[in-house]
């Protein structure tokens, strides 16, 4: 069981900066994809960005240029730095592991990002 605790969220003005971080409680190892997902009230959790074991991202498109994902080289906190924060990122932003070889999900509790003027 690998526990995910989410922080770093808050509250921001339009075009400011935060970087969200994801502890696993284990060095996370072998063939798995980690990344973040958001979610508004009345939405389904959206993607928006990951990345695999091998250090491969992949970015929503609302978020590329401007979002930044990556991981400490102990491969047990997992980052997003997010620029030019706009009102429409504000949402509950949840880590996510997918262990792939055991079939194996885990998502962290969310941390709450508002961007507002």
């Known amino acids: 069981q690998v526990h995910l605790v989410d922080s770093g969220g808050g509250l921001v003005r339009p075009g400011g900066s935060l970087i969200l971080a994801c502890t696993a409680s284990e060095a996370i190892v072998g063939l798995n994809v980690i990344g973040w997902y958001r979610q508004v009230p009345g939405a389904q959790r959206e993607l928006v960005a990951v990345?695999?074991?091998?250090?491969?991202?992949t970015y929503a498109d609302s978020v590329k240029g401007r979002f930044s994902i990556s991981r400490d080289k102990f491969k047990t906190v997992l980052y997003l730095r997010m620029d030019r924060l706009k009102p429409e990122d504000t949402a509950v932003y949840y880590c996510?592991?997918?262990?792939?070889?055991?079939?194996?999900?885990?998502w962290g509790q969310g941390t709450q990002v508002n961007v507002s003027s």
């Open positions: 990345i695999t074991n091998e250090d491969m991202p």
């Open positions: 996510r592991l997918d262990m792939v070889m055991l079939g194996k999900m885990y």
